[in-house]
Structures are given as structure tokens and as C-alpha cells.
């Protein structure tokens, strides 16, 4: 059995004019996430390991970050936002913590090797410049913007994900109908949808993308 590698991704987060931001990197034109805009964070090192998982990644979350960015956290500033295994259809698979933290003051300086830019945004303009086709995601990204829109504030975005159970999205693809499926979906387990049936996907067949949970 392949074991599939552990990643972090690290939200930061800082109070802007009615709403949160959060920093976006772009990674080059190469890679599994070649010019995709995402969070930081990366493959979990040998340097992070500790007998827990979840400490592990929080460790790997700050080091990448600090690695990208050049902004240092310490670890226990993290607030576990969601964890993410990814779909078989992936040719490059990583199981993902996401942490979120408030954005320590100083400059974002990229490291060129692992991004070529970098933007202070709102989550509702990613959103919107995704669905415009001019900033490009991937449905972790996309789904934590999602969830990040519900917050006015950073004090309140952490208060209320500190109150949730770590969200958990196992992936699975149906490149057919262009959907990505989480649990809680009745089309998770291959069953037919139905029109009141439960829904926990993401319609990611054409722009602008769909989250539909209920």
C-alpha cells in the first residue's frame, strides 16, 4: 500500500475594510500547482516530526510559511481549520492539515524557488476573480475562502473555527458531471442524487464554481 505524504497549509489572516484578508501566494509555472494562487505551506520535513500528527503539522505549516513568506508564527498560534484527503484520480496526492492564524506584522518576502507573487485579498474578491477566470484555485483553496467569508474579522474567525470540529473532506472526483463530493453528499457512496437529497459538493466544471451544502 503507497503511503500518501502529509502537507500544512497555513491561513493568515489580518483585519482589512469590513472583512478579513488572507495572504495568497502563486506558484510558478511548474509543479502540481503550477500557477494556482494558494495559502503557504508544503510537505511535511523530517525536521517537523514529533510522536503527534496534528504537531507535525503545525510545525510544518510554520516553517513553510516562514520559508515563503518570510512571516513567523509560532505553532501554538494555529487554529486547526480543516484536513484533506485528496482524490485516487490525483497523480501528485498529499493529505493536508489546514491551520489559520492571525498575520504577524513585517514584510511578505517570497522565496522566488517557491512562489512569484503575492497579494493581501479578501475572500470574497478571490472568489469573484476566480469565477471571472482571472485567479487561479483549486477546491481546498476555493472551499476555505468559502468558509472564510462567514467572518467579518480575525478575532471572530478564530473564535468560531475554535469552536468547530476539525472539518474533514475525504475527496472524491466525478470528472462526468464536474463535481468534486465530500461526506454528507448522497451521491458520496455512488448512490443517485435525488432532488431533496443531501448535498456536500463543489460544481467545478465550469466558471463561475458552485458550492452546494445542505
Known sequence: MTVIPTAATLVLMRDGAGAIEVLLLQRPDRGAFAGAWVFPGGKVEPVDRVDDEETTARNAAVRETAEESGLVVTPDA?????????????????????????????EVVVQQAEAVAARWIRPADALKQHGAGTLRLFPPTWVTLDTLMAYPTVDAAIAGIGRHELRRYATKQDPERGLAIWAGDEAYDGLPDTEEGPRHRLHVGALPWRFEHR
Request: hydrophobic share 50%; aromatic share 18%; glycine share 4%.
Open 78 to 106: 494555529l487554529v486547526p481549520l480543516s484536513h484533506w484527503s485528496p482524490p485516487e484520480q490525483l497523480a501528485t496526492k498529499f493529505i493536508t492539515w489546514f491551520f489559520v492564524a492571525e498575520a504577524p506584522a513585517g
